[in-house]
């Protein structure tokens, strides 16, 4: 008899973005990947789930989990809270306090059906095996740059090869102890253009050819930014990195609000991967040219960034701005779109696409599974319109990464939500105490 470790029934399945609904399913898994789901097979556990909606795990290309310890404060504070006294900085935050931090945030996401996150920040050597230890996917990297943070607080913009030296080595250190661990990897992370001087650019953009490893950054996320770029290279954000040959399609560019007509056609051409965070902007009254940039050429993928994690909603404000952009509804930007933009565009952007993003025999088992019993989810006439206009992060119950079960009706499976949320809280009080003294 065919035989799994773990058989759901009774779900309706997207098995991709572009592909119709199939009600009433059965989804096999084995070894960590889905097999094909064959007539009389046996499991080790059976999951009845109808009534839910299972979709490929959803990818979160751009996350700063700690930061949630500005939530419900930096939201109104308009841009770069992060430069801004009185506000906490990472490079106040203690190792363990970005632990807890950390934890906290990408719990928050997990519970909202993110399989993968891609984190960076500060004490990255710590937060990130400490993610890894809830069961999700994590990548990232320490934050990379050679500013003094300090004296940009006072309103100083000087680069240090010392600064740069340290968050390198913290780079070598973390390539070899995580790249390539199970559920973990590295994609070398220059904070900015403008937070990062040329030649420390140049160092990163050889240090992510030396090892293979892919690149992310902010790119043209202010005015300022395009301001400190063009005053010191005399050109924009996105001329300097396609000068460094740092312009390609192994780029995750995270906002890339501010960019010219120029620049879209370069981001487009060299098929860059845009982190597009709508709501986070949305909130400081900014938005993406998304659909200028898609319509180039560049690769659309969803991020949360910072203060929350819900990707669910993270669709829902992509398809609207999206939207706000043409000012009418058109076929070629749909929930659809956007499903594919939180799944195999991210999979895709993290260099993870022929593992990841779709729900067929052979892929990783990385599984998004949500409660359509809810009021504002009932009637589900199109399942995946309805998640996307109307569904909520906490609308997920059961989320799967390679095959284990890590959410289960609701609840985290290898932590305790009360601890997590406990030491968060704890640590953002600290470092807020600090920063306001």
Known sequence: MPHCDLLIEGVTL??????????????????????????????????????????PGLINTHLHSALVMVRGTAEDMGFAPSYTKGVPQAQMLTPMEAVALARLGALEALLGGCTLINDVYVHARH??????????????????????????LEGSWEHSQAIGAAMLEEAEEMIARFHGQPRMGIQLAPHAPDTCSTPYLEQLRDLALRHDLGLQTHLCQSPAELKRVA?????????????????????????CIHVTEADIAALGAAR???????????????????????????????????????????????????????????????????????????????????????????????LT?????????????????????????????????????????????????AEVMRDGAAAAAAVWARATG
Request: hydrophobic share 45%; charged share 20%; proline share 5%.
């Open 272 to 366: 860059v991967h845009v982190a597009h965070i709508p709501k986070n902007n949305a909130a400081s009254g900014r938005y993406a040219p998304t659909r200028a940039l898609k319509d180039a050429g560049a690769r659309i993928t969803l991020a949360t960034d910072n203060r929350h994690g819900d990707m669910v909603e993270a669709m829902r404000w992509g398809l609207c701005m999206g939207r706000i952009q043409t000012g009418r509804v058109e076929d070629s930007w749909q929930p659809e779109h956007m499903l594919h933009a939180a799944t195999e565009a991210g999979a895709a952007a993290m260099g993870l696409g022929a593992e990841l993003g779709r729900v067929a025999p052979g892929m990783l088992a990385d």
């Open 14 to 55: 997207i098995p991709s973005a572009f592909e119709p609904p199939v009600t009433d399913a059965r989804i096999a898994i084995a070894q960590g990947r889905f097999v094909a789901a064959e007539a009389g097979m046996t499991a080790d556990r059976r999951l009845n789930l109808a009534g839910h909606l299972a979709v």
């Open 127 to 152: 937060t990130m095996p400490a993610i890894a230890d809830l069961g999700l996917h994590v990548w990232g990297c320490n934050r990379l740059h050679d500013v003094d943070f300090d004296a940009v």
């Open 231 to 255: 005053e010191r290279e005399g050109c924009t954000p996105v001329e300097l990195l396609a000068r460094l040959g740092m312009l390609h399609d192994r780029l995750v560019a995270a906002h």
């Open 369 to 417: 599974i949500i409660n359509l019993a809810r009021p504002h989810l009932v009637p589900h006439n199109d399942p995946l319109g309805t998640l996307v206009h109307t569904g909520q992060g906490r609308d997920v119950s059961h989320v799967i990464v390679g095959g284990e079960v890590l959410v289960e009706d609701g609840r985290p499976t290898r932590c305790d939500m």
